[in-house]
């Protein structure tokens, strides 16, 4: 995983809570790097889990709660990245970001940091629904729902978002259901 990903959180949760508590989550999670992460670094996603799991520890903030927290920070930080605007204009709701997140924002992520592994995903509009099929080795289904829900803040939008684990699959692919509100 980016270490972008990890300096954002570090950032975000030291903003919040004080680099009291952050600096006891990162002791406890027992990280690599003892928490220098640099932006364009790879790290071992399961470091970012244990890192959240010592943060809600540390701070008394549940793990759902955190993690939203994190994806309401990290959603306007991307979308500030040149590679969010890469298929054109910058999307100015949530269905044309999907439209774009795999074309064009996470390839262009796989295509400037050839060592990135941002996850796959299949969006197909479906009525006035979408349907978004997330895939990825490291399992972040609670990532991806908490991005899609501050996606949905991010552009004043209410969705509702049903969430189905696709057991069959091989990867641990989850199905989300965008409805918007009428
Ligand atoms: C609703 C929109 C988005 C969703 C649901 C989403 C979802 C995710 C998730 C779940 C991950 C964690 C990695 C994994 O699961 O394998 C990730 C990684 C990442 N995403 Fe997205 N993302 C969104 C928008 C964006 C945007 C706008 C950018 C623009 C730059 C971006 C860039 C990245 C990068 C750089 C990573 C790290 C890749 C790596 O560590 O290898 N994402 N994304």
């Known amino acids: 995983m980016m270490g972008v990903v990890f300096t954002e959180l570090l950032e975000a949760a030291e903003a919040r809570y004080g680099l009291a508590k952050v600096d006891a ?6 990280t690599e790097t003892g928490g220098s992460y640099t932006a364009v670094a790879r790290y071992d996603h399961r470091e970012l889990v244990r890192l959240l799991v010592e943060l809600s520890k540390a701070t008394g903030e549940s793990l759902g709660a955190l993690v939203q927290e994190f994806a309401r920070h990290l959603l306007p930080v991307f979308l500030s990245r040149p590679e969010a605007s890469a298929g054109g204009a910058t999307p100015g709701s949530v269905f044309e970001l999907l439209d774009g997140l795999e074309p064009s924002i996470h390839a262009t992520v796989r295509k400037l940091h050839p060592d990135a592994a941002p996850p796959r ?8 629904r979408m349907v978004v099929r997330y ?13 899609l829900t501050a996606a949905a803040e991010h552009f004043g939008e209410t969705i509702n978002i049903e969430r ?19």
Do not use: I, K, Q, W
């Open 121 to 128: 995903f299949e969006c197909t509009r479906d009525g006035e």
């Open 164 to 182: 189905r684990e696709l057991s069959d699959s091989s990867d641990n692919a989850v199905e989300f259901v965008l409805t918007p509100a009428a």
């Open 135 to 147: 895939h990825s080795h490291r399992c972040l289904g609670d990532f991806a729902h908490a991005m």
């Open 25 to 30: 989550a990162l002791t406890a999670a027992n």
